[in-house]
């Protein structure tokens, strides 16, 4: 199928009772002449209800950098290790990696650091591009370095080193990558189209992140409103890096090689629409004859919010365990959805409730790390689910 709605040519498919979706989504990609580069992809109880793409050089196989919707497959290896009883959530990470002790830090537990309430939100003078593509030298660099709040005290994202810190304690339990488990029991028995880790046969389906759109004036606001360097928010996200980092380096993480083959646990993801909102499906719901990857003892645990906020880097961002808290983004979902966004503009959850999965991707980045229209697309997928089941 294919549609011509307003200036933008969509492709794909929706099934009965989902053309709202179509239509809202051929609307949002109008609003920028097609130049997103966008994907969406949604299954309701493990069905697949939309699949959809628009925009020049995007097709539904297209693969592009997720940046931290990463994070919300990197947090269901850690839940699925909390499952089988290998981690324990309120153990001290020291407890696990002894090094990591050092500068203040050996009371912080695994629980604190993926409610983002370590304090450890970046390192003193930054990384580079090279080491922010390894989790292995962003964990050797954050042993040294002391939170920057009381741990506890506070709720600050940790945007490039959570998940550093997640896997060198993995690796010293089993003896395997965060990457290197998602692959095996999550990758590659769903046959998920998103990787930590993108192998080099499929690298010709990568299409870089391009930079957002803006007129001058748009620029010269955001520039005004942007984070000191070399505070909290400007630590968080890298800025303090010398030579300098800026917001469009951000942008262009996954277009290094390096970074997207390494598949940094954060924000190194690489996939397309349909692997986010397959991984989801899978996460809660019966995928292929598979059974749900969360018992619902474990959706209880990682969906329970922990850390309400303000958070001292994003704002009025919500966080359960490891993933953000989409019942309160997208208040039309349940208490206990759950997911992650990505700073392009990806975007990524499952709704218990409603049995809803959501994945959306866009290859061109939305101004100031804005994507509203997730919210407008999510919405007309949720109502569409609700039709359906009646």
Not at 22 to 41: D, H, I, P, R
Not at 106 to 111: H, Q
Not at 130 to 135: H, K, N, P, R, Y
């Amino acid at each position: 199928m294919s549609a011509d709605v307003a200036t933008a040519v969509v492709h794909g498919t929706v099934a009965a009772g989902f053309e709202e979706v179509l239509a809202e989504f051929g609307a949002v990609v109008a609003e920028e002449n097609g130049e997103s580069g966008a994907q969406l992809a949604g299954f309701v109880h493990g069905r697949q209800v939309v699949d959809l793409w628009a925009g020049p050089e995007v097709t539904g196989e297209t693969l592009t950098g997720l940046h931290s919707t990463t994070k919300g497959a990197a947090t269901l290896v850690v839940a699925l290790l909390v499952q089988d009883g290998v981690l324990e959530l309120d153990r001290t990470v020291a407890h696990y990696w002894p090094e990591f002790a050092a500068a203040g830090k050996s009371a912080i537990t695994l629980r604190q650091v993926l409610t983002h309430r370590a304090g450890l939100i970046g390192i003193e003078g930054g990384f580079t591009v090279a080491q922010l593509a390894d989790d292995r030298v962003i964990a050797e660099l954050i042993v040294r370095q002391h939170p920057h709040f009381r741990p506890g005290s506070a709720q600050g994202y940790g945007g490039f080193v959570t998940f550093a810190i997640l896997g060198e304690v993995v690796r010293r339990l089993v003896g395997r990558s965060i990457q290197e488990l998602f692959e095996e029991r999550i990758r590659a028995p769903h046959g998920l189209d998103l990787y930590l880790g993108l192998p080099e046969a499929q690298d010709g389906r990568f299409r870089e992140i391009l930079p957002w759109r803006a007129t001058p004036e748009m620029e010269v606001a955001f520039d005004a409103n942007s984070p000191n360097p070399h505070g909290i928010a400007g630590i968080s996200y890298n800025l303090n890096a010398t030579p300098a980092f800026t917001p469009m380096d951000v942008m262009r993480l996954p277009n290094s090689r390096e970074v997207r083959s390494l598949g940094q646990a954060s924000a190194g993801g690489v996939g397309s629409a349909r692997g986010v909102a397959s991984m989801y499906a899978a996460a809660i719901s019966e995928l292929n004859g598979r059974p749900p990857l969360l018992r619902p003892d474990t959706l209880a645990e990682f969906t329970t919010i922990h850390a309400p906020g303000p958070d001292l880097v994003r704002g009025d961002a919500v966080f359960a365990l490891g993933f953000e808290a989409k019942g309160l983004s997208y208040p039309f979902l349940g208490a206990r959805a759950f997911g992650h966004t990505g700073s392009a503009g990806s975007d990524g959850f499952a709704d218990p409730r409603s049995g809803v999965a959501y994945g959306y991707t866009r290859r061109r980045a939305a101004f100031a790390f804005d994507a509203a229209e997730n919210h407008r697309l999510a919405a007309a997928l949720h109502r569409a689910a609700v039709e359906f089941d009646r």
